[in-house]
């Protein structure tokens, strides 16, 4: 089945599911909802005002190491299917896919030396808390994945839009508890995982756990 196809049918064949959902520990959905959305928009503009500088910086940096923009806008699958375009600090060079889309690997030679550093911290990743305020991602759900491999994942291992259940995130569940190397079965079963426990108390726990991997680098690729 094409993602197309996938995409079209995934709103009606879980509609029930989503919309009689109650989220872990809230009697009303709509309530955890709107916590979510508040949580987001002030995460991401209080992340945005504190590193400004940051991004500026990396922004210079990344342009006197290699030619081509700063900034890096890939096409991406999110809520019920929907493609929006996704806002990284580049981290490789401008014709790292001229052999067509690839998966990332742990020593990746089409990334650069200070590709290799934002990676590791997360820097490149400060950019999406624009697609937070834009309503594309929430700070917390499963890392949204390239149309390809939403595809061509969901092809080997059926039922894993499931995932597109919920707006992506710039961090996850599957993020803080496996990072880039878990296989995409693995990271299925921790994203179904979140869907099915969401709450503000499990966003907090992930947030305080992103903020640790951030400063150590752990499961960096």
């Given at each position: 089945?094409?993602?197309r196809?996938?995409?079209n049918n995934?709103?009606e064949e879980?509609a029930v599911?989503?919309d009689?959902?109650?989220e ?7 309530l955890?909802?709107v ?7 002030t995460m991401a ?5 504190v590193t400004?500088?940051i991004?500026?910086?990396?922004c ?9 923009p ?8 999110g ?6 375009r ?5 981290s ?6 001229k052999?067509?889309?690839q ?9 650069t030396k200070?590709?290799?550093?934002i ?9 999406q808390?624009?697609?937070?305020l834009?309503?594309?991602?929430s ?8 149309p390809i ?8 291992i059926p039922g894993?839009?499931k995932?597109?259940?919920?707006k ?7 993020q ?12 299925l079963?921790?994203d179904?995982?979140y ?6 108390m499990?966003?907090l ?16 690729r």
């Amino acid at each position: 089945m094409s993602l197309r196809k996938i995409h079209n049918n995934l709103h009606e064949e879980y509609a029930v599911t989503l919309d009689t959902e109650v989220e872990k520990g809230y009697a009303y959905p709509q309530l955890y909802s709107v916590i979510k959305r508040l949580m987001d928009i002030t995460m991401a503009l209080t992340g945005l005002i504190v590193t400004i500088p940051i991004l500026l910086f990396f922004c210079i940096a990344i342009k006197l190491e290699t030619p081509g923009p700063a900034f890096y806008f890939q096409e991406r699958v999110g809520l019920n299917g929907k493609y929006f375009r996704v806002i990284k600090l580049r981290s490789m060079g401008v014709d790292a896919e001229k052999k067509g889309a690839q998966w990332a690997d742990k020593n990746d030679p089409r990334v650069t030396k200070i590709g290799a550093f934002i990676r590791k911290t997360r820097i490149d990743e400060i950019p999406q808390l624009i697609n937070v305020l834009q309503g594309d991602m929430s700070m917390i759900g499963p890392r949204p994945e390239r149309p390809i491999f939403t595809a061509q994942f969901n092809e080997e291992i059926p039922g894993f839009v499931k995932r597109l259940a919920v707006k992506p995130g710039v961090t996850g569940w599957a993020q803080v508890n496996g990072g880039y190397d878990i296989t995409p079965k693995e990271k299925l079963k921790l994203d179904l995982f979140y869907i099915e426990n969401r709450s503000v108390m499990l966003d907090l726990k992930i947030i305080i756990k992103t903020i640790r991997i951030v400063l150590t680098g752990e499961g960096a690729r």
